[in-house]
C-alpha cells in the first residue's frame, strides 16, 4: 500500500523560472572563463619583460575588458539558449510534487518520476527558490511563495535526514 504524502505543492513554472534554474547552474562558467583569460595574457606580458606598473595596469585592463566582453556575450548566448529550449520543450509546465518521508515523486502531466532523497545529487536554496537537484544538471524547480513554512523547512533538510 502506497504511503501518504507528508507534503504536496502544484507549481507552473514559467520562462522566468526556468532562466533563474539555468543562471543558477551556469553562473560560475564566465567567471572562469575570464580568469583563464587573464591569467594567459599576464603570463603572455610577464614574458615580454615590461615594468611592474605597466604589467600591472594591463592586467587590470585585461580583466576588467574581459568581464565586459563575457558578460555581454554570455548573456545574449544565455537568453538565446533559454528561449530556444523552453519553446521546443514540449512537456506540461505545470508539475505536481509529492514529498514523502524517504521519496519525492514529481508528476509533469505526462511523466511521474520516484526519487529516495538519498539519491538526490543535492538540494540548493536561493532567495525565491529550491532546486532539488537529480544531477549536476537536471533538477525540480519550486518557488518558495507555494511552500508553507512546514515544507520549506522539510525540503531544506531532506538531505541530512537521508544520510
Known amino acids: 500500500m502506497e504511503d501518504k504524502p507528508l507534503y504536496t505543492v502544484e507549481y507552473e513554472h514559467t520562462l522566468e523560472d526556468y532562466r533563474k534554474f539555468c543562471r543558477h547552474m551556469v553562473w560560475k562558467l564566465p567567471v572562469v572563463i575570464t580568469l583563464v583569460i587573464v591569467a594567459l595574457s599576464s603570463l603572455l606580458q610577464a614574458q615580454k619583460g615590461f615594468g611592474p606598473l605597466f604589467y600591472i595596469i594591463y592586467t587590470l585592463a585585461v580583466l576588467v575588458g574581459s568581464l565586459i566582453v563575457m ?29 514523502f518521508s524517504d521519496k519525492l515523486q ?53 538531505k541530512k535526514n537521508a544520510a
Open 71 to 99: 558578460f555581454i556575450a554570455f548573456t545574449a548566448l544565455f537568453y538565446i539558449y533559454t528561449d530556444r529550449s523552453w519553446k521546443s520543450d514540449k512537456t506540461p509546465k505545470k508539475s505536481h510534487y509529492s514529498f
Open 106 to 158: 514529481a508528476f509533469d502531466g505526462l511523466n511521474t518520476t520516484v526519487t529516495p532523497y538519498k539519491d538526490l545529487y543535492k538540494v540548493e536554496e536561493t532567495n525565491d527558490y529550491f532546486f532539488i537537484m537529480l544531477s549536476s544538471d537536471r533538477g525540480h524547480i519550486i518557488k518558495k511563495d507555494v511552500c508553507s513554512e512546514e515544507l520549506s523547512n522539510f525540503i531544506r533538510n531532506i
